[in-house]
Every structure is written in C-alpha cells, then in structure tokens.
C-alpha cells in the first residue's frame, strides 16, 4: 500500500508543468487512476499497484531519463515540504551536510509513505557513496518503471545538498530487491 498523499502530490505536481507536457502526462495516466487518486484522503492507502501505474504512465509519456528527470524535481520539492522537511533537517542534524545525510533518511521516508511494502536500508560506500537496499518488495514494486523514481529520488538528495553526482536503480538478484547506488563529488 501506497499512502494517497504521495500520489497526490505527483499528479499535483505534473499539473505545475508546462501546459504541453502536463497535458501529456495526465493523459497518459488516464481519467479513471486521477479519479481514483483523487476520491482517497490524503492519509488513507491506496494500493500500490495502482501508485505504479501512475508511475507507469510517467514513463511511458516522459520514457526513462525523462521520467528520472521528472522524479529528481518532484523529491526536490518534496524536501521543502511538510511530510519530508522534518526528515531532511533531522537527516543534517544527526548525519552531516552531505547527501549521506539525506539519503541515510531513505529508510524512514519509506515508512512514512508505504505500508506492507517491504524494508530499505542503506549500505555505506565510503568515502562519496551510498547503497538503498529495498528488500522483501511486493512484486508490483519490483516494476521496473519504479527504477526512474528511486533514481531521481537518490539524485535529488544530492542535489539539495549541494553536490554533483548519479544515482542509479538495479533489481536485486533475488526478485522481490532493488538497490539504488547513488555517488556524489563536491562541486
């Protein structure tokens, strides 16, 4: 399960686009999934095999980098925003001003945001690197669509913090796992 919130804060977002693309996008995702997004509160569930085809539709209409590119702006704006602020500032506090920091928060944003869908936990590659294990993800998640949105995600968080570097998605060799290595440089 995918708290509602999260989808409504993407289809919120695209309709911040462009006029071209976000029509695009809100075309690709369809009347009825907007419909649907739009009917849940924003603290209740929805299914996550409905939050990836949302996903699904962004990748199709932007393909891959686009999608990546469109993930890495929508957790940007994220990070200022009320569910994560509190998590990026206690991410500096406790961790550093790094995208470490930022990204060792991964495991709680993804508590905040999924129920029943599996864990994450992160693999420190010293000195500028970091791994996102998620693990025991129900197979909708495993979607490969699902790739562009952690990636940018991880790209995101270095971004906000200042530095240049690349995060990149790859399944995990047991099915149900996917590890998002991201690595950083100081500008």
């Not at 071209?20 to 739009?38: P, S, T, V, Y």
């Not at 994220?78 to 991410?91: I, M, Q, T, V």
């Not at 599996?118 to 010293?126: N, Q, S």
């Amino acid at each position: 399960m995918i708290r509602a919130s999260y989808a409504k804060a993407v289809v919120g977002g695209i309709k911040r686009m462009p006029e071209k693309q976000c029509d695009a996008l809100l075309k690709g995702i369809g009347d009825e999934l907007r419909g649907e997004i739009r009917n849940h509160g924003m603290l209740e569930w929805m299914p996550a095999s409905r939050f990836v085809e949302l996903v699904s539709a962004i990748e199709r209409t932007l393909g891959g980098d686009g999608a990546k590119r469109f993930w890495r702006a929508n957790l940007l704006l994220s990070l200022e925003r009320r569910l994560l602020s509190p998590l990026r500032l206690g991410a500096i506090a406790i961790y550093g001003n790094s995208p470490r920091s930022l990204l060792k928060m991964t495991p709680q944003a993804w508590e905040l945001v999924t129920r029943n869908g599996g864990t994450c936990r992160t693999v420190d590659r010293p000195p500028h690197g970091i791994v996102l294990r998620f693990e025991a993800l129900p197979q909708e998640l495993c979607d490969p669509a699902m790739h562009p949105l952690w990636s940018g995600g991880g790209e995101a968080c270095i971004e906000r913090m200042g530095f240049t570097g690349a995060a990149q998605a790859c399944a995990g060799a047991d099915g149900n796992s996917v590890d998002i290595t991201a690595v950083w440089a100081p500008r």
